[in-house]
């Protein structure tokens, strides 16, 4: 079975910076896609980046050129580095990885509060 835990949430001031850390535990065999998802009150959950097994990085408009997605298998790890944070990235941040193309793990999701 796998696990997967976020941490580095909080709440920082509009212009600032985070960075959300994301492991896995278990097999991490097959394992290709590793990604951040945000949900904000009222709101769908939504991709913020993800990153492939072949190495590619895909990023949401919103946050493209702010927010940096990286992995590292080694350490079954994906992390989120947030800069120039604004207050409508205020939302759970949650993490998923991805099995053989159709098992999907979530972690229980971290708070990031970006205040005015």
């Known amino acids: 079975q796998v696990q997967v835990v976020e941490s580095g949430g909080g709440l920082v001031q509009a212009g600032g910076s985070l960075r959300l850390s994301c492991t896995a535990s278990?097999?991490?065999?097959?394992?290709?896609?590793m990604g951040w998802y945000r949900q904000a009150p009222g709101n769908q959950r939504e991709l913020v980046a993800v990153?492939?097994?072949?190495?590619?990085?895909e990023y949401a408009d919103a946050v493209r050129g702010r927010f940096t997605i990286s992995r590292d298998n080694t350490k079954k790890s994906v992390y989120l580095r947030m800069n120039s944070l604004k207050p409508e990235d205020t939302a759970v941040y949650y993490c998923?990885?991805?099995?053989?193309?159709?098992?999907?793990?979530w972690g229980q999701g971290t708070q990031v509060t970006v205040s005015s």
């Open positions: 998923k990885l991805t099995r053989w193309q159709t098992q999907n793990y």
């Open positions: 278990g097999s991490f065999f097959g394992v290709t896609d």
């Open positions: 990153a492939r097994s072949d190495g590619t990085l």
